[in-house]
């Protein structure tokens, strides 16, 4: 008898458990459907982490405009700078393993490549500049924005990002100021890669992924990627292209990118990912001092008054301090949010750039979800 009712008491909690998490699905939705209904993307996907370890998922919209097929749950959208913090994770692993230290020169792993001469304040930028954006290194030089608009699909390569900048002035002296660069996390890549004798791809997989059971985090590096949905830049995009794939092919191949970006997310682990970064669950725990340990910023996509900590962005909010990271591809708009007061992560996918894709900053949308996820079910 004690065994029948033990088991009927599991079912019953099976059962509340399950409710709870359908009510969290359809607040998630509902939210979801009315950021929707105000902007002019054609589809997204929203997912939440929860306290309780769980994860939500919602999709609206449509996956492909032109064959009017929805967007699923499952599908995979572009996350372009959220990616940093993979790389990110990785390079506090080495850390936490001996292997490299967040103050040495970035000259002593790269400074025997011939291209790295031309690396603007090459001799004085340290790992840890390279993470928080305060190296002075500028963005892609304007001749290899010209080439990407002149041949967009053909195969770059991150160190050719890298050696875009290469010549340039630098923007300040190393470590006295904030400026984002895309060639900060390209180098980055490149000292990981010089590190470990392989693929930062397969590091962050084999010490990541895997381990964490993120699945639906696959790496960008191809113009072919199995399960990305289509994605719109819009008419006006400076590189002279909408849709973003033709025959199921990325127009712009997207493999230059590398640490600068580098992965299609599912807004579901999105989010878990995020949580787990933050919880220093994916690189040793006693590096969570450090990687608070920030500068000031401004304004950034999640928001004003940002600190660019290492890997990942903090952010004031009346729901307490946030971690995370925004991302931009063309086609595609990510952000995600992880509320540690809260205990709740929100991450949220769009598959339009277009300058109008959305009627209010995907922040909002963020924090509007966290807030209502937190309120009790009823």
């Known amino acids: 008898m004690r065994t029948i009712i033990a088991l009927l008491l599991l079912a019953g909690c099976g059962r509340g458990a399950s409710s709870i998490a359908q009510q969290r699905t359809a607040t998630l939705e509902r939210l979801l459907e009315r950021f929707h209904a105000e902007s002019k993307f054609p589809g997204a996907v929203a997912g939440a982490w929860l306290p309780d370890g769980s994860t939500v998922v919602a999709a609206v919209g449509l996956a492909d405009r032109d064959r009017a097929s929805p967007m699923r749950a499952d599908d995979l959208l572009h996350a372009g700078s959220v990616g940093k913090t993979l790389f990110a994770a990785l390079a506090l692993q080495l850390v936490g393993e001996g292997r490299i230290a967040l103050d040495d020169p970035v000259i002593d792993y790269l400074g025997r490549e011939p291209w790295y001469a031309v690396v603007p304040n090459g001799e004085t930028i340290t790992i840890r500049m390279l993470l928080a954006h305060t190296t002075g290194i500028p963005e892609y030089g304007s001749a290899f924005m010209s080439a990407l608009k002149e041949d967009p699909g053909r195969r770059r390569s991150p160190r050719d990002a890298v050696m875009s900048a290469g010549g340039a002035p630098p923007l300040f002296a190393a470590g006295t100021s904030f400026s984002y660069s895309d060639v900060n996390y390209q180098l980055l890549q490149l000292l990981e890669e010089k590190v470990t004798g392989r693929s930062a791809y397969e590091e962050i997989a084999e010490r990541v992924l895997r381990p964490l059971g993120l699945?639906?985090?696959?790496?960008?590096?191809?113009?072919?990627?199995?399960?990305?949905?289509?994605?719109?830049?819009?008419?006006?995009?400076?590189?002279?292209?909408?849709?973003?794939?033709?025959?199921?092919?990325?127009?712009?191949?997207?493999?230059?990118?590398?640490?600068?970006?580098?992965?299609?997310?599912?807004?579901?682990?999105?989010?878990?990912?995020?949580?787990?970064?933050?919880?220093?669950?994916?690189?040793?725990?006693?590096?969570?001092?450090?990687?608070?340990?920030?500068?000031?910023?401004?304004?950034?996509?999640v928001g004003k008054d940002a600190v660019s900590g290492l890997g990942v962005e903090i952010v004031p909010t009346p729901l307490g301090p946030a971690w995370g990271h925004g991302g931009f591809f063309p086609g595609y708009l990510s952000l995600v949010l992880w509320y540690s007061d809260l205990g709740i992560s929100v991450a949220v996918q769009v598959n339009s750039s277009a300058g109008d894709a959305v009627a209010r900053p995907l922040r909002e949308f963020v924090e509007d979800a966290a807030r209502t996820l937190s309120e009790r079910p009823r």
């Open 215 to 301: 699945m639906r985090i696959v790496p960008a590096n191809a113009s072919v990627i199995p399960g990305l949905v289509p994605g719109y830049a819009g008419a006006d995009f400076f590189l002279g292209f909408d849709a973003v794939m033709r025959d199921g092919r990325l127009v712009l191949d997207p493999a230059f990118e590398g640490g600068g970006g580098g992965f299609v997310t599912n807004a579901g682990d999105l989010a878990r990912w995020m949580a787990l970064f933050g919880q220093g669950r994916a690189f040793p725990a006693s590096l969570l001092s450090e990687v608070r340990r920030g500068v000031p910023a401004g304004q950034l996509d």
